[in-house]
């Protein structure tokens, strides 16, 4: 089943609304914008693939979130399926999965996949940053991310 949702990081070192940031798609970049109430731009069409794989799709983009590569930014393009670990506060790792990373019978070769990342060297979203994947830094603000519905 689809829902509506924004993707959320927060920054710790901002009070009030104001460390409330949202994927954002746009022009075909992939970015973390001030979260904002009625910015098409921040939502997402998320699809589940069982327990803990989900699609997310760009409303306004019409195109799939998908992994650029090791250490690279995201880009659009056909559907990609990423797996959601979750964290002990509640949130979530959205990292990538990739048929290279199986062996035949679906063992796991690589246990430190590349993560959904806000690209910030201070390891806290900030507005306008690049969001692409990273190695794990150990659940980071940058790198933890909440699924908001937004059909309710």
Request: proline letters at 6%.
């Amino acid at each position: 089943m689809a829902q509506t949702v924004k993707v959320l990081c927060y920054n710790p070192t901002e009070e009030g609304d104001e460390n409330t940031y949202a994927l954002e798609s746009g022009g075909g970049e992939v970015i973390v914008q001030y979260e904002e109430a009625g910015v098409p731009e921040q939502l997402w069409t998320i699809e589940y693939s069982g327990m803990d794989e989900i699609s997310l799709l760009s409303v306004v983009e019409n195109l799939y979130l998908n992994p650029g590569g090791d250490n690279s930014p995201c880009t659009l393009g056909e559907a990609y399926f990423w797996n959601l670990a979750p964290q002990p506060d509640g949130q979530y790792a959205i990292r990538s999965t990739n048929a290279a990373e199986k062996d035949a019978l679906g063992i796991v070769l690589d246990a430190f996949p590349q993560n959904l990342n806000a690209f910030d060297d201070s390891n806290q979203p900030n507005s306008g940053d690049t969001v692409g994947t990273w190695t794990w830094g150990g659940g980071n603000p940058n790198e933890v991310w909440t699924i908001a519905d937004q059909d309710e």
